[in-house]
């Protein structure tokens, strides 16, 4: 079985600071990492994966996560936030042989003018 | 290409009622998974159908169960409604080959029951 441990479930910040959303993960088998946002009212979308490769993974509007298999780490990062990523954050993982993701709690990040 | 279709997006049913949910995957796509997202629970699997077979399951009593048509639209129904029920349920489409495919989520259906 896998868990997702996102360590803050709010975080504040200031338009066009930098931001990090920590994820831990714990799992007995290899698995595939993702971050997903939720707008209000809205279903899920998919930010960025990590399946294989370089750790580092980058998406197209300015986010990146960096896999840490030592530390179980996922963290989400962007260098300078924007009024419109206000949103909840979710950090999620499957095992590599399944389809089932499990989620965390969710980080509702709130950027501030 | 169209996206995932939830219908309907915003339902109110009464305590000991049942209810349908319905979710069109993205043409071509053969699995479909349904979550729960709920404030205290957060988001939870219920199951995934793939090719008109339930393929995997969640830990959720047998008040929840699914189905998949040979279009892969599926449904999802749930019997003896309980006000714990009341949550936000999404269905995600997927090709369904296991190579870290996740998929995409429909904007889900809104369940109240009161």
């Known amino acids: 079985a896998q868990s997702v441990t996102q360590l803050d479930s709010q975080v504040p910040v200031f338009e066009e600071a930098p931001v990090e959303l920590r994820c831990n993960y714990s799992?007995?088998?290899?698995?595939?990492l993702f971050w997903y946002v939720q707008y209000p009212n809205q279903g899920l979308q998919l930010l960025l994966k990590?399946?294989?490769?370089?750790?580092l993974v980058e998406s197209i509007n300015g986010f990146e996560a960096e896999f840490n298999k030592s530390q179980t780490s996922f963290h989400l990062r962007k260098p300078s936030v924007h009024i419109s990523d206000t949103a909840e954050y979710f950090c999620?993982?499957?095992?590599?042989?399944?389809?089932?993701?499990?989620f965390g709690e969710g980080t509702q990040l709130t950027v501030n003018p | 290409k169209a996206g995932v279709t939830q219908t309907p997006r915003y339902l109110i049913k009464t305590r000991g009622q049942q209810v349908t949910l319905s979710c069109s995957p993205i043409?071509?796509?053969?699995?479909v998974s349904w979550y729960q997202q709920t404030p205290g629970q957060g988001l939870q699997f219920l199951f995934e159908?793939?090719?008109?077979?339930?393929?995997n399951k969640g830990n959720f009593p047998g008040r929840f169960s699914g189905r998949q048509f040979s279009n892969s639209r599926s449904e999802m129904n749930v019997s003896t409604l309980e006000l714990g029920d009341s949550a936000l349920y999404l269905c995600?489409?997927?090709?369904?080959?296991?190579?870290?495919?996740?998929?995409?989520f429909g904007s889900g259906t809104r369940l109240t029951v009161v």
């Open positions: 799992s007995s088998v290899s698995v595939y």
């Open positions: 999620a993982v499957m095992e590599t042989s399944g389809s089932r993701l499990t």
């Open positions: 995600a489409s997927s090709s369904g080959i296991r190579t870290g495919g996740v998929g995409t």
């Open positions: 159908y793939f090719s008109e077979t339930q393929r």
């Open positions: 043409s071509g796509h053969r699995s």
């Open positions: 990590y399946l294989s490769g370089s750790t």
